[in-house]
């Protein structure tokens, strides 16, 4: 198989002035493809004909991790002054992965690949999400903390440009996991196949 790489496939942003906030909200959920196939060539054909197509690359992946994250601002204007009197970053996270059918139908070799394949691929598409958990946190945290602007159109700017630089990094930040991810997916794919191996014999 050559390597696997799950990746994000989409960010959304809007944050606004908003007259009443709540709590922080941050949501996971998971959605499965079915796949079929009893060798390797036969998965990765599966996986590459079914698995989720990214936003704008037109390609499908194994595994990927939607990402919608949003927001709600309320400022107060005070005097000669107007400050965020509280900020609320939402993010809302949907993994989607794959399942096998033919599982109980596939050599115990297979099934072994399988098994390590599908918890690198969870695993891969869980840091995604926490990434983004880590930036909404930082959001939040960088918006609650501007100082106070002599208008609130000023300070909307100050808002928008303090959101644009955390959501830039963010960006970054996952496009950067990505490429590590892919670059060691073969050295890891072995070391776990050898780890997995080693757990099967010493159960037989």
């Keep these: 198989m050559r390597a696997l790489r799950p990746a994000l496939t989409a960010l959304l942003l809007c944050l606004a002035p908003y007259p009443g906030a709540s709590e922080p909200l941050i949501t996971k959920t998971y959605s499965y493809f079915t796949i079929g196939g009893r060798t390797g060539a036969e998965l990765e054909k599966e996986l590459y004909s079914l698995g989720p197509m990214l936003s704008g690359s037109g390609t499908r992946h194994a595994g990927a991790t939607r990402i919608k994250l949003g927001g709600k601002v309320n400022y107060e204007s005070t005097g000669a002054r107007c400050r965020v009197t509280d900020a609320v ?88 996991f990505d490429r590590v991810e892919a670059a060691s997916f073969e050295r890891r794919m072995s070391r776990m196949l050898g780890f997995a191996v080693e757990r099967q014999r010493g159960g037989d």
């Design 89 to 176: 970053v939402k993010l809302e996270t949907q993994l989607t992965l794959p399942r096998w059918k033919d599982r109980k139908h596939a050599s115990r070799e297979m099934v072994i690949i399988w098994d390590v394949l599908s918890a690198d691929i969870k695993r891969h598409e869980e840091r995604h999400a926490e990434i983004a958990r880590q930036y909404a946190r930082k959001l939040e945290k960088a918006l609650e903390n501007l100082r106070p602007e002599r208008t609130c159109e000023k300070m909307q700017l100050r808002v928008d440009a303090v959101t644009k630089k955390i959501v830039d990094e963010h960006s970054a930040d996952q496009d950067r």
